[in-house]
């Protein structure tokens, strides 16, 4: 899989907007584009994935560059229980049974 | 429903000990993962089985681990003899088949074990 790079950490204000870049200039035609998240002392969770066009569910939204060498992460309103650890992981189509590869992440704190 | 459990959450044990970690994932669930992370470093992939098959166990650090998964449903990761290295946090995560597309993978919350 190839490889991402995230800022280490990054500071939100509750209530407010949060973008968390991902760059990933290697992706691969069929590398999708997927986020987790970990909480202090949980297991990674789930928040989001896409392939090309920009996604929205109700965590989050990823919006992803034309030339899909980037892509962002958006929480529409950060709240205190979204500090946590946010992982950008590219997975190739038909990966779906393979393994996450996880960086180091973005640490992102909440102030209220 | 029930999410990804996996048992005990806290183990220590004395190096040289026998311990065995439980994972039950997600029911119906065919793909199951084991990750690990170690003091101070990223979280890393240990192996995947497919029902109670291996598909992946290149992670596996050496031949201390051992990871059994019988009849497809819950799997033990055992780690014999332990060595202080092994200290950290064991995930355990499960997924859907599926025929290509990609799925979420579920993860518990881990076991946090420390060789002393």
């Known amino acids: 899989d190839a490889k991402t790079t995230q800022p280490n950490s990054m500071e939100s204000n509750e209530e407010e907007p949060v973008h968390l870049p991902c760059n990933h200039s290697t992706i691969s035609g069929t590398d999708y584009i997927h986020w987790y998240r970990q909480l202090p002392s949980q297991g990674p969770e789930y928040v989001i994935h896409?392939?090309?066009s920009n996604v929205n569910n109700r965590m989050a939204s990823l919006a992803i560059a034309e030339d899909r060498k980037s892509s962002t992460l958006i929480l529409h309103r950060a709240t205190l229980r979204d500090a946590a650890v946010y992982y950008c992981i590219l997975r190739r189509y038909g990966g779906s049974q393979g393994n996450l590869i996880f960086g180091k992440g973005t640490k992102l704190s909440v102030k209220p | 429903e029930a999410g990804v459990t996996q048992f005990p959450s806290h183990s220590v044990i004395e190096k040289g000990q026998t311990v065995t970690l439980r994972c039950d994932p997600i029911s119906g669930h065919d793909n199951l993962y084991w990750y690990r992370r170690v003091m101070g470093k990223e979280i890393k992939f240990l192996l995947h089985?497919?029902?109670?098959?291996?598909?992946?166990e290149s992670g596996m650090p050496n031949n201390r681990f051992l990871a059994e998964r019988t009849g497809g449903t819950y799997s033990t990761l055992k780690v014999q003899p332990a060595e202080l290295e092994d200290s950290g946090v064991y995930f355990c995560a499960s997924s859907p088949w599926t025929s290509g597309s990609q799925t979420e993978a579920f993860f518990g919350q881990g076991t946090r074990l420390t060789v002393v």
């Open positions: 896409g392939l090309t």
């Open positions: 089985f497919v029902k109670e098959s291996k598909q992946d």
